[in-house]
């Protein structure tokens, strides 16, 4: 098989290596101006402003800290303190009152005579008390909450004290016919009703 001279056995000499390479002059003068510039931005600015924030860290960080307090008071203040306002009684000035308007109050209890006929005591109830409070949150918006409840509308210091008795009232018989399971009969309606009308109809007679 030596002898055949289509078959090489001698080995064969690697390529020559490529020439290094040179890049041309003018990329060589851009990137030793580029170097000049970085390493003056680097001498003039940077290490400058590092020294500067690391003498100055402790105050930075008092400062930032002393304005997110100072913005956590003002949030606390803005959200918290018209709601306190609102509930507090004005000094000097008598408590604002509110009563029905007694076309109103008569018409309202028009309609719960015409379910007690029916025998329905704990929905008649219920419509005075439902209809009680829509009439306040209609003429006093900033007196109640989304979760205000009849019993803390009873509490309302603002509410005439036959207005806060009539609530209590309507509020304990609603309250015993959802989770006692007690509907209020002739008696409960008639003690709820007369509350209302009390302090809904009454201080109109008298006036007239």
Request: aromatic fraction near 10%.
């Amino acid at each position: 098989m030596r002898d055949m001279g289509e078959i090489q056995f001698a080995p064969v000499a690697p390529p020559p290596p490529d020439p290094p390479y040179v890049p041309p002059h003018w990329l060589e003068v851009i990137l030793r101006a580029l170097g000049s510039a970085l390493e003056w931005i680097n001498e003039h600015v940077f290490m400058p402003l590092g020294l500067g924030l690391a003498k100055g860290g402790q105050a930075i960080a008092l400062a930032v800290l002393a304005v997110g307090v100072a913005a956590l008071a003002w949030l606390a203040w803005s959200l918290f303190w018209p709601w306190w306002q609102a509930r507090q009684p004005r000094a000097g000035a008598a408590l604002p009152e509110w009563a029905p308007a007694p076309q109103a109050a008569q018409a309202l209890l028009e309609d719960a005579d015409a379910l007690a006929a029916q025998g329905r005591f704990a929905e008649a109830v219920h419509l005075l008390l439902q209809r009680s409070v829509a009439d306040i949150a209609a003429a006093r918006p900033d007196w109640l909450e989304p979760s205000s409840t009849a019993r803390e509308i009873a509490s309302m210091p603002a509410l005439p004290p036959a207005a806060r008795s009539a609530f209590a009232t309507m509020a304990n018989e609603v309250e015993r016919a959802l989770y006692a399971l007690r509907a209020p009969g002739q008696g409960e309606w008639q003690r709820a009703r007369g509350a209302y009308a009390a302090f809904a109809l009454a201080p109109w007679e008298q006036a007239a």
